[in-house]
């Protein structure tokens, strides 16, 4: 597969888009392409920053109407005849889309970039306490497919007791789980398969302030999948394709 192919398959990869055997060739791929992998990563953050801005707002009611009426206006004039008028509310309404997208583009550049230095340093913490899991003998404290052995080791080690399932049905079976430190303080790991890969799931409780990690990203050849359920706030992490990690996160918020 050469990368002028890759990258073609860079989108149909990230959209979830690819039959099985393709995405395994794409991600084989990715082992051995360091172009396609800051490709990828650059695209998962612009996806990510563009969801957390929530850009999108919806015209109003009676926009539609509005040019519907400019329409009909000006087919009623001949058809060598301009009106001035319409032109003039055509190019004011222009400069206004104009004005707001330039508001709006550095409007989110400050809050990206006010945000980005927590968001990196919260991002660094996670990945780096993945890879030291990977180390031999490091990736469980606790080994268990049973969730009713996962679940109780973690009574008295937190001030709080994880939801924890065995996904084994679903083709993410429960390993174990481990304790970790994230932040400063610690914080249960349930740990799960994917074929011969590992996904670490970090679980805290919900906090009321807003998450500085987004939601989804790349970053080192690693995916994350950042999600809120059950009182809980839930980051996956790991080397396996961003449809795998997408649904191991939709079965934990069941």
């Not at 055997?21 to 791929?29: G, N, S």
């Not at 330039?102 to 919260?122: C, D, K, L, M, P």
């Not at 481990?178 to 996904?199: C, E, P, T, W």
């Not at 706030?233 to 918020?253: F, G, M």
Request: hydrophobic fraction near 40%; aromatic fraction near 10%; glycine fraction near 8%.
């Amino acid at each position: 597969m050469t990368c002028e192919i890759s990258q073609a398959l860079l989108h149909g990869y990230l959209d979830g888009e690819l039959d099985p055997l393709r995405a395994e060739e794409f991600e084989r791929h990715l082992e051995s392409c360091s172009p396609c992998i800051a490709k990828l990563e650059e695209q998962e953050s612009l996806r990510a920053s563009l969801r957390g801005a929530k850009l999108y707002e919806r015209a109003p009611a009676g926009l539609a109407k509005k040019i519907q009426r400019e329409i009909a206006s000006t087919r009623s004039e001949s058809d060598y005849q301009w009106t001035w008028v319409p032109i003039f509310r055509w190019i004011a309404a222009s400069a206004a889309i104009v004005l707001v997208m330039v508001i709006t583009y550095f409007g989110v550049g400050r809050i990206f970039s006010g945000n980005s230095g927590v968001e990196q340093a919260a991002l660094t913490e996670v990945i780096d306490a993945h890879i030291r899991s990977l180390q031999p003998g490091h990736l469980t404290d606790v080994t268990s497919t049973d969730q009713h052995t996962v679940k109780p080791w973690f009574d008295g080690k937190l001030n709080y007791v994880p939801p924890v399932r065995d996904f084994a049905e679903n083709g993410f079976p429960l390993i174990g789980g481990r304790l970790d430190v994230l932040n400063g303080r610690s914080v249960a790991v349930l740990v799960y398969g994917r074929r011969k890969h590992f996904i670490n799931v970090f679980v805290w409780p919900e906090s009321s302030s807003e998450s500085v990690i987004a939601p989804t990203g790349t970053r080192n050849g690693y995916q994350w999948n950042y999600s809120r359920a059950h009182g809980m706030e839930l980051c996956a992490i790991s080397d396996v394709s961003a449809t795998d990690l997408h649904d191991l996160s939709e079965l934990l918020q069941e």
